[in-house]
């Protein structure tokens, strides 16, 4: 019997390989300039700042493709989150990862062709796409052009305010990305949720 499920449209899979690739020289790019005076940086500071103004906005450029992409197609679905019976839901989910999966229990919540995310999945990815993405995106343009910032925020430097929104979200995005990769790795085989983000199909 064929199981597999056409997930992952083309536009999707490109999507993601850029972001997966822009987040990772953001990453090295932030580090070289948040560690500037450390002798062995990973990217010289000169450097660092073109390359992580530039790919900030390519990764801004990528993420309006992205909220588009799910407005005008399908996709946008997946991502609704019915309030009703959610935090059951995510409390079955988290039990799963935490115990089930390792007593070879049969995942709460399998992927279809009408749910592609699991509801631990799905609410994570929201609040990382539509919350923390934006943020990121935001303080980041707003720290291009630090001159439109306002002095003081709260009784706080405007710009120290926006620098820290700015670097928190990308921690959080970082650690987001660190455990994406790795529950990638427990799908039917340690490589299959990466095949699938290479030919579509789950």
Same mark, same amino acid.
């Given at each position: 019997?064929?199981?597999?499920?056409?997930?992952?449209?083309?536009?999707?899979?490109?999507?993601?390989?850029?972001?997966? =690739?822009?987040? /990772?020289?953001?990453?090295?790019?932030? /580090?070289? /300039?948040?560690?500037?005076?450390?002798?062995?940086?990973?990217?010289?500071?000169?450097?660092?700042?073109?390359?992580?103004? *530039?790919?900030?906005?390519?990764?801004?450029?990528?993420?309006i493709f992205y909220l588009f992409g799910n407005y005008f197609t399908s996709n946008g679905r997946y991502y609704k989150c019915p309030l009703h019976g959610m935090f059951n839901r995510i409390a079955k989910q988290f039990r799963y990862y935490s115990y089930g999966i390792f007593k070879n229990e049969a995942p709460p919540f399998p992927v279809t062709a009408d749910r592609k995310f699991n509801p631990l999945q799905k609410l994570s990815y929201v609040i990382v796409m539509y919350l923390f993405m934006p943020l990121l995106?935001?303080?980041?343009?707003?720290? =291009?052009?630090?001159?439109?910032?306002?002095?003081?925020?709260?009784?706080?430097?405007? *710009?120290? =305010?926006?620098? =820290?929104?700015? *670097?928190?979200?990308?921690?959080?995005?970082?650690?987001?990305?660190v455990v994406h990769i790795y529950l990638c790795t427990i799908g039917k085989t340690t490589t299959s949720n990466f095949k699938s983000m290479i030919n579509g199909w789950h």
């Open positions: 019997m064929n199981d597999k499920i056409y997930l992952y449209p083309v536009w999707v899979r490109l999507w993601h390989l850029f972001n997966a =690739l822009l987040f /990772l020289v953001l990453i090295f790019s932030g /580090l070289s /300039l948040q560690y500037s005076g450390v002798p062995a940086t990973l990217i010289p500071f000169k450097y660092a700042v073109s390359v992580h103004s *530039i790919s900030g906005i390519v990764l801004t450029v990528n993420y995106i935001i303080s980041g343009v707003a720290l =291009l052009f630090p001159d439109y910032i306002p002095t003081q925020i709260f009784s706080r430097s405007g *710009i120290h =305010l926006t620098d =820290l929104i700015h *670097i928190s979200a990308g921690f959080i995005l970082s650690m987001f990305m």
